[in-house]
């Protein structure tokens, strides 16, 4: 089996590994033809995970047809609301039979559409081609062979599997699970609610709140894969709270880190300035906002998320917002 990883980003490069780790032959995809250049002749990507050594058999290619050629799987390792845009002008060169793999996790802007639709709809592949990576994986510690757990998420258990065997090593640890809805919901939206925790840590708010904003978080995320028509065994999983927790909690979590600047009252178009990689709780808290509002959902914690990052809101009256909503009985998922 052979693999294109398009998108040298830290995840992608990350995942270039486990993929050659696992036997995979594997191609990396470079945006800039001196990351891979870089890649080629030092085994390392300075600009995303400088201490990391590349396995010797990750070739990178800034050339997408050299990238494409002849791939059993095309791991698809852009930003969300990019997505379309690479993809369009990337369909041609797929191989017919290659299976999509989507590592994003966000919501398109425009349409409100998951990263699966995207695929499906740009280039018109059945669903039993098209899988999700998704799970408690922070790159750099993935990338330094710490142990970790992922899920695959696939309407066709074979492709699943066959994907499964592509990525396991003996520190990435891949399950599989049907829930293609569930699995990219949860990866979207949790990096809204860790948008939220990490507000809460920036004004010096404590643990009392943190709990209370990721379970209160799960219970929005159940209640829209509800609406959406997801399993709700999922949000108790890896691609549900294992990864709400390691986002919400970790200091290498872009969302929850854009977060705590906005908590300590920098202002947004100054953080958006001096950060290096893409926190994708900023774009899709206003398209997850728009799918709860278009089933009915109350999401009050994204709402207030949406409101700070487009609309201004100032993070104390946020706070305010949360706090002073109606007291009511506590019940799982809705």
């Excluded at 709270?241 to 979590?253: A, F, I, Q, R």
Aim: proline share 4%.
């Amino acid at each position: 089996m052979t693999a294109a990883v398009m998108g040298a980003g830290s995840w992608g490069t990350t995942f270039a590994q486990v993929l050659c780790d696992a036997g995979t032959e594997t191609v990396l995809w470079c945006r800039r033809p001196e990351v891979a250049d870089m890649i080629n002749s030092t085994r390392t990507n300075r600009d995303y995970l400088p201490e990391l050594r590349l396995p010797d058999s990750l070739r990178a290619t800034a050339d997408p047809a050299e990238a494409l050629g002849g791939a059993d799987l095309v791991v698809l390792a852009v930003t969300s609301q990019v997505l379309r845009e690479n993809l369009i002008g990337w369909v041609d060169l797929i191989p017919k039979g290659a299976v999509l793999v989507s590592l994003m996790k966000g919501i398109e802007l425009d349409t409100g559409k998951r990263m699966t639709e995207v695929i499906a709809e740009v280039t018109g592949w059945p669903k039993e081609q098209i899988a999700v990576i998704t799970g408690p994986n922070l790159a750099h510690e993935i990338a330094e062979r710490q142990y970790a757990a992922t899920v695959i998420a696939c309407a066709d258990q074979q492709t699943a599997e066959n994907l499964q065997k592509a990525c396991h090593t003996p520190y990435f640890r891949p399950y599989t699970n049907p829930d293609v809805i569930g699995c990219e919901l949860a990866g979207a939206v949790k990096n809204v609610i860790a948008l939220a925790v990490g507000i809460a840590v920036g004004m010096g708010l404590g643990d009392n709140t943190r709990a209370m904003l990721i379970t209160r978080g799960l219970a929005e995320i159940a209640r829209l894969g509800a609406a959406l028509g997801a399993d709700q065994h999922t949000f108790a999983g890896l691609a549900g709270m294992g990864d709400l927790v390691t986002t919400c909690s970790s200091p290498l979590s872009r969302n929850r880190t854009f977060g705590e600047k906005l908590g300590r009252g920098i202002p947004l178009a100054e953080i958006v300035a001096t950060t290096t990689q893409v926190a994708e709780g900023v774009k899709s808290s206003k398209p997850v906002l728009g799918l709860a509002r278009a089933h009915s959902v109350e999401m009050p914690i994204t709402e207030v998320v949406a409101a700070v990052v487009y609309e201004g809101l100032d993070v104390g009256q946020a706070a305010v917002m949360l706090a002073s909503r109606s007291a009511k009985p506590e019940r799982y998922g809705i």
